[in-house]
């Protein structure tokens, strides 16, 4: 088996570990406040719980750049481990927690040292041959993607069984294993003593070198407007399902089923949209997505009933396939060797700004607009993102070959 193959399939597995162990505590944050933390009001549970969620992506917006600078200095599979084996740790301290302000602390803290995904997108991405790189990206794409589907589910029933505190040690081996596995079994070629002889640039100089190349700020603008349109809507899609369900008989199971369907056509559709852009270019199959996604929200808003609202959030999880994976590949593409972990480190800033962004604009518009209001902005603003964007890359490409 070539050796980029199985660096992706490692990688793969890793990240689905990753990701599940990352969203298992999302079922049971709030009742961890309540019932091992010792909170009793609703509305500060609510705002414990908004600011523990949103801390993680705070600091992982603020550290990501330092982490790919390192990166490109000593190597994408030294900050893989040290992501992998750091949340590790701050994860099983996160089961000792007695306060909500230690766990708000250590989400920071996990937030800061963070970086597994973009470390293993960024050393796939080294190691994979460039007509391939769409299915690779695609594939590890699906991997995190599987994990994001399960975490929840997983996390849920060890809750019933075990309690709180317990999943956060589960959780913590999970992570540690996948870093294992990584550290055993994934090999990189890299030249630490070339890249130590390279000049070295701060991070702000090394953004305005990198932001020079035509295409990557428009890479970047993409991947934040994607994350925020997907988000905005997200908080409130339980009590959507409510509404349109009319009873409290299985709402649990349904909104839960809303909330991972995306995920499995998502998980499905990436390697073969990756496959099908290593043949017909990464470019197309970006723009197509964008615009599939975009019109695919807004119907949700004037579905009648939850399996209407089911049908149409698998077929946009069909086209969100197609999104950060192509655009992992053009950045890669368009990213001089050397540089790579850096762009990828931009990327997962933007990345975790829309996250962060998304929900707090989509929770202050909906009082404005509802829920339904919000599918059709998002919806809108993804289309839009659409028109600018292959106008912006192909002006960029034609000023390149010129």
């Known amino acids: 088996m070539q050796r980029w193959k199985v660096n992706l399939a490692v990688l793969m597995i890793g990240n689905f570990l990753v990701m599940a162990g990352m969203t298992m505590i999302i079922p049971f944050l709030s009742l961890y406040l309540q019932q091992d933390l010792g909170l009793t009001d609703e509305h500060q549970i609510g ?19 330092i982490w790919g600078k390192l990166s490109d200095k ?44 973009p470390a293993a997108i960024t050393l796939v991405s080294a190691t994979t041959p460039k007509d391939r790189m769409g299915f690779a990206m695609g594939t590890l794409q699906s991997g995190g993607t599987a994990g994001t589907i399960l975490g929840p589910f997983i996390g849920g029933l060890l809750a019933d069984s075990f309690g709180f505190r317990p999943i956060f040690y589960i959780t913590g081996a999970l992570l540690f294993l996948a870093s294992a596995i990584s550290w055993v079994m994934v090999h990189e070629s890299f030249d630490r003593t070339a890249a130590a002889m390279k000049r070295q640039v701060s991070v702000f100089k090394g953004f305005k070198d990198l932001m020079v190349i035509r295409q990557l700020p428009v890479l970047l603008t993409i991947t934040f407007l994607i994350q925020f349109a997907m988000l905005s809507p997200m908080p409130l899609i339980p009590l959507y399902v409510q509404k349109l369900h009319g009873t409290t008989e299985n709402l649990a199971f349904y909104a839960g089923f809303v909330g991972s369907v995306t995920g ?125 964007a292959t106008g912006a890359l192909r002006a960029r490409q034609s000023s390149k070959q010129a």
């Open 47 to 65: 705002i414990w719980a908004g600011f523990i969620f949103a801390a993680n992506f705070i600091t992982a917006f603020l550290f990501q750049p």
């Open 74 to 117: 000593y190597g994408r599979k030294m900050m893989l481990l040290r992501s992998g084996f750091g949340m590790a740790i701050v994860m099983v301290l996160m089961g000792f927690a007695t306060a909500p302000w230690h766990l708000l602390a250590l989400r920071m803290l996990n937030g800061v040292i963070s970086g597994f995904t």
């Open 264 to 388: 499995i056509s998502n998980m499905v559709c990436a390697p073969l949209l990756g496959r099908l852009s290593d043949r017909i270019g990464p470019s197309r199959i970006l723009l197509v997505s964008l615009a599939g996604a975009g019109i695919m929200l807004i119907p949700q808003a004037f579905a009648e009933s939850v399996g209407q609202l089911l049908a149409f959030r698998f077929l946009l999880g069909c086209f969100l396939g197609g999104l950060i994976p192509t655009v992992n590949s053009l950045i890669r593409k368009n990213t001089p060797d050397g540089m790579e972990s850096r762009s990828f480190g931009f990327n997962s800033s933007a990345l975790s700004l829309g996250n962060m962004m998304g929900p707090i604009v989509g929770g202050a518009l909906s009082g404005f607009f509802g829920i339904e209001g919000l599918f059709i902005l998002s919806g809108a603003l993804l289309i839009m993102t659409c028109v600018w």
